[in-house]
């Protein structure tokens, strides 16, 4: 799994966008948002790029968790 940081998430709503947005990257597969941490997990198997160019066009800037 990789983490990404997204610090613009903040509510339930940010929270199902961001579900559709990484539902539609091939090898996503099943996300864990956390909400209250501002973090999603996602599926090695996804392309970073992918990952990040989605969120980025939802609205949601992401950069990876270190």
Do not use: F, N, W
Not at 31 to 50: F, H, M
Not at 52 to 62: H, I, T, V
């Amino acid at each position: 799994m990789t983490t990404y940081s997204i610090p613009d998430m903040s509510c339930g709503h940010c929270k199902a966008a961001v579900e559709a947005a990484l539902a539609k990257v091939p090898g996503a597969g099943a996300v864990r948002v956390d909400l209250s941490a501002r973090k999603v997990e996602v599926a090695d198997a996804a392309p970073e790029a992918e990952v990040l160019a989605a969120l980025e066009a939802a609205g949601y800037p992401a950069q990876i968790a270190g």
